[in-house]
C-alpha cells in the first residue's frame, strides 16, 4: 500500500510538473498571439489612414476573440481613416485651441496610450474642443462622436481621461475639463 502511494505521489509530482509547463507554454503563445494582433491592427489601421480601403467592423465572435485577448481591438476597426472623409467633413484646425505635447503623452502608462500617436491625438482633441465651444453642450456620447465623424477610438479617450482632460459621467457621456 505505501509503495502504491509512492508511485501515485511521484506521479502527480511529475502530472504538476507538466502542467506547469504546459501553462508557462500556453502563456508565452497567448503573449505571442496577442502581440501578433496588436501588430496586425496596427498594419490595418495604417493601411486605412494611408488608402481608400476601409476595414469593416469586427464581426460579434470576432470581438469575442478579442475581448479574450485582452485587445482594444474593436475599437482600433471601427475608426473612419482620414482617407475616406470628404475636405468638407473635415473641421479646419484652429490655432486657439490647446494641443497636447510630447511630454504629456510620455506622462501616460505605456498600458494606457498603447499605440496613440500624437498628431491623431491632437486632432480628436480639437475636433472635442471645437466641438464644445460651438454647442456650448455639457456632454457628448461615443455614439453621437461617431455621428460627427470624429476620430473617436478608446484608447484615445482612455489618454485624455489620464491627462484629465475629459471625464466620464456615469452615463458614459464626456466632457472637457
Not at 505521489?9 to 501578433?36: F, N, P, W, Y
Not at 460579434?60 to 470628404?86: F, H, I, R
Request: net charge negative; hydrophobic share 35%.
Amino acid at each position: 500500500m505505501l509503495e502504491n502511494l509512492r508511485v501515485i505521489k511521484a506521479k502527480h509530482t511529475a502530472l504538476c510538473s507538466q502542467v506547469k509547463e504546459m501553462a508557462a507554454a500556453q502563456k508565452e503563445s497567448m503573449d505571442s498571439i496577442r502581440g501578433s494582433l496588436i501588430n496586425a491592427m496596427e498594419l490595418i489601421q495604417h493601411l486605412q489612414q494611408t488608402t481608400d480601403v476601409e476595414v469593416q467592423p469586427l464581426t460579434e465572435s470576432e470581438q469575442e476573440s478579442a475581448e479574450l485577448l485582452g485587445s482594444t481591438v474593436s475599437q482600433t476597426t471601427a475608426e473612419v481613416p482620414p482617407s475616406v472623409e470628404t475636405s468638407s467633413q473635415q473641421q479646419p484646425l484652429s490655432c486657439e485651441h490647446e494641443e497636447l505635447s510630447e511630454a504629456m503623452l510620455e506622462k501616460v502608462p505605456v498600458s494606457i496610450r498603447v499605440n496613440i500617436k500624437l498628431a491623431d491625438l491632437n486632432v480628436f482633441y480639437q475636433q472635442l474642443q471645437q466641438h464644445f465651444s460651438k454647442n456650448n453642450s455639457g456632454s457628448l456620447s461615443v455614439q453621437k462622436m461617431k455621428q460627427l465623424k470624429m476620430k473617436v477610438s478608446d484608447a484615445k479617450l482612455k489618454v485624455l481621461q489620464h491627462l484629465s482632460v475629459v471625464k466620464m459621467d456615469r452615463k458614459g457621456h464626456f466632457h472637457l475639463i
